[in-house]
């Protein structure tokens, strides 16, 4: 099992950007597919971005093309989330998750998941 710590949440004014980091430990990113999901008040946990293991191919949820950004610093065994250009229906806790699958955009395929770093868009 990968455990996971994302860190990086706050409140930002709309507009703004705020970057998430997601280190997984005793496990090495290169290894893994890793994704980012959000999760809003009383709705599902939504697909947001992910990075495939295999070549490193990103993929996004239609709503953050654009302004969101997934990457990964191999070197630091850490993969970000830049968010740019943040919404208020942005607001969530976001959630770093990791697949041995190539590529996936459902939360099914993914079986190690972070805590969750809660972000929050004022307007």
């Known amino acids: 099992q990968v455990q996971l710590v994302e860190s990086g949440g706050g409140l930002v004014q709309a507009g703004g950007s705020l970057r998430l980091s997601c280190a997984p430990s005793?496990?090495?990113?290169?290894?893994?597919?890793m994704a980012w999901f959000r999760q809003a008040p009383g709705k599902e946990r939504e697909f947001v971005a992910a990075s495939s293991r295999s070549d490193g191919r990103t993929s996004y949820t239609d709503s953050v093309k654009g302004r969101f950004t997934i990457s990964r610093d191999n070197a630091k065994n850490t993969v970000y989330l830049q968010m740019n250009s943040l919404k208020p229906e942005d607001t969530a806790v976001y959630y770093c998750?990791?697949?041995?699958?190539?590529?996936?955009?459902?939360?099914?395929?993914?079986?190690?998941w972070g805590q969750g770093t809660q972000v929050t868009v004022s307007s």
């Open positions: 005793k496990r090495t990113i290169s290894s893994y597919t």
């Open positions: 998750a990791a697949s041995l699958y190539s590529s996936g955009t459902s939360r099914f395929q993914y079986g190690d």
